[in-house]
């Protein structure tokens, strides 16, 4: 599967997103020739809380990204949880499989960084360059390459024997190849600012914050009602002197999510509104609007393989369920992605190649499958504002369903060995349908 005398390279990866960005990485380690494709120029917006769990550290570890707070990066300790007029501060589990500590980065800055990180490596990198559609082999249908425009406006085509496509949520090139998006998937809806926070500075500072803070009732506060959301609103500090300020909410279908109809943009702003003073958002301190994106869940695309192509991140529907984390799972998806295309090329035929490149799909399922079929069951449960309630003020004050809730909605427990906790976690993946 080596690129032939008319390929551009080995693998062409649509979109320069912390997936897109993962799997041309690990391709040019792997000493494969790679494209990387990004219609926007760097450094571009990405809406976004900015949080990274342990999860994702772990995976910016392995990648060899340097890390260091003395360069942009700020560390947490943990999330600090409000709920039912009380507050805990749950420090990150301690398990061998990742760090103890999270981290924060503005996505203005950390998508920029790892595509610098994927060249350097020895990614090709070209900015402003827009794929406008699959090229295809005309005998077998099998993606060859892509269609796309240049940054000068000039129709350009570049062939690969295999395409990943990383182009977020929306993912025109899958749509285009009729990958659909299951309606059968949770979506999730997120929406940010950012403030610069006023006040004294030093490590007791808003945006210099060591906890990830999260309000886990988010009520609606529609005419006539008042409803408890399935979701929490966000105070993530950046250490720059800002913090990125949001919320979340979950539906278990998107059909279920567009019967809801809750103007999101409207509750941030009355959530902020009603902060208390202290938290020093003000309008004067807002900097930029409220933006939103749809959060795609669950795998909530598929296939994740068909003819040449491979979905990773946000194209593939690979965002958490229980927190609305996508990064974690969109490095991890280039990684696999990466060594099943780098496999398929010391295969000697087409079928053995083929066999390869699906068992990305396959690695991903076994991985993630259960635990995103558990936050398909929690995003039905929460979706109950008496059963939101009550797990708010009676369930999670009790300190062994802390434990054991901070391991499951971080994700961030031992898959083999730990304690009764990550045990149990591990049991309860397995044992439902990696759907």
């Known amino acids: 599967m080596r690129a032939g005398a008319n390929d551009d390279a080995d693998v062409i990866v649509v979109g320069a997103g912390p997936a897109g960005s993962s799997t041309a990485h690990w391709c040019a380690c792997a000493g494969l020739d790679v494209l990387l494709l990004e219609k926007a120029a760097f450094p571009r917006d990405k809406i976004c809380g900015d949080g990274l769990t342990p999860r994702a550290v772990a995976e910016l570890v392995r990648m060899g990204v340097d890390i260091d707070p003395a360069d942009g990066w700020i560390r947490n300790e943990g999330l600090r949880v409000f709920a039912g007029r009380r507050s805990w501060e749950l420090p990150w589990p301690e398990v061998a499989?990742?760090?103890?500590?999270?981290?924060?980065?503005?996505?203005?800055?950390?998508?920029?960084?790892?595509?610098?990180?994927?060249?350097?490596?020895?990614?090709?990198?070209?900015e402003r360059t827009k794929v406008t559609g699959p090229l295809t082999d005309e005998r077998t249908g099998r993606v060859v390459g892509v269609r796309a425009?240049?940054?000068?406006?000039?129709?350009?085509?570049?062939?690969?024997?295999?395409?990943?496509?990383?182009?977020?949520?929306?993912?025109?090139?899958?749509?285009?190849?009729?990958?659909?998006?299951?309606?059968?998937?949770?979506?999730?809806?997120?929406?940010?600012?950012?403030?610069?926070?006023?006040?004294?500075?030093?490590?007791?500072?808003?945006?210099?914050?060591?906890?990830?803070?999260?309000?886990?009732?988010?009520?609606?506060?529609?005419?006539?009602?008042?409803?408890?959301?399935?979701?929490?609103?966000?105070?993530?500090?950046?250490?720059?002197?800002?913090?990125?300020?949001?919320?979340?909410?979950?539906?278990?279908?998107?059909?279920?999510?567009?019967?809801?109809?809750?103007?999101?943009?409207?509750?941030?702003?009355?959530?902020?509104?009603?902060?208390?003073?202290?938290?020093?958002?003000?309008?004067?301190?807002?900097?930029?609007?409220?933006?939103?994106?749809?959060?795609?869940?669950?795998?909530?695309?598929?296939?994740?393989?068909?003819?040449?192509?491979?979905?990773?991140?946000?194209?593939?529907?690979?965002?958490?369920?229980?927190?609305?984390?996508?990064?974690?799972?969109?490095?991890?998806?280039?990684?696999?992605?990466?060594?099943?295309?780098?496999?398929?090329?010391?295969?000697?035929?087409?079928?053995?190649?083929?066999?390869?490149?699906?068992?990305?799909?396959?690695?991903?399922?076994?991985?993630?499958g259960g635990y995103y079929t558990l936050g398909r069951a929690f995003v039905r449960l929460i979706e109950h504002p008496a059963i939101m309630r009550f797990g708010t003020r009676y369930a999670l004050p009790v300190p062994v369903v802390m434990q054991f809730v901070v391991k499951l909605l971080s994700d961030c427990y031992e898959p083999r060995g730990g304690d009764w906790v990550d045990r149990l976690i591990s049991a309860l993946t397995r044992v439902v349908p990696a759907a």
């Not at 103890?100 to 070209?126: C, E, P």
């Not at 999260?214 to 006539?224: K, T, V």
């Open 149 to 368: 425009q240049a940054a000068d406006r000039r129709e350009v085509v570049y062939r690969a024997p295999v395409v990943v496509a990383a182009d977020g949520v929306s993912s025109r090139f899958a749509t285009s190849l009729g990958i659909a998006r299951r309606d059968d998937r949770p979506l999730g809806t997120a929406y940010r600012t950012y403030f610069r926070t006023d006040g004294p500075s030093g490590p007791t500072a808003r945006h210099a914050d060591s906890w990830m803070e999260s309000h886990l009732e988010l009520w609606s506060g529609q005419p006539g009602k008042s409803d408890l959301l399935p979701g929490y609103g966000w105070i993530f500090a950046l250490g720059d002197g800002t913090v990125n300020v949001g919320l979340g909410s979950v539906s278990s279908t998107p059909q279920r999510q567009s019967a809801v109809g809750h103007d999101y943009r409207a509750l941030l702003q009355r959530w902020v509104e009603g902060a208390p003073e202290a938290w020093g958002l003000s309008p004067e301190s807002q900097l930029g609007p409220i933006r939103g994106a749809a959060l795609p869940m669950g795998f909530n695309r598929a296939p994740m393989y068909r003819d040449g192509t491979i979905l990773v991140g946000d194209a593939a529907g690979m965002v958490s369920p229980f927190n609305g984390e996508g990064i974690a799972y969109a490095l991890q998806a280039g990684r696999v992605a990466a060594d099943a295309i780098a496999q398929a090329r010391t295969r000697t035929s087409d079928a053995a190649r083929e066999a390869v490149l699906g068992g990305y799909a396959e690695r991903m399922r076994a991985d993630l």
């Open 97 to 126: 499989a990742f760090p103890g500590y999270g981290m924060a980065r503005s996505r203005m800055t950390f998508d920029h960084l790892l595509a610098q990180h994927a060249q350097r490596s020895g990614a090709k990198l070209l």
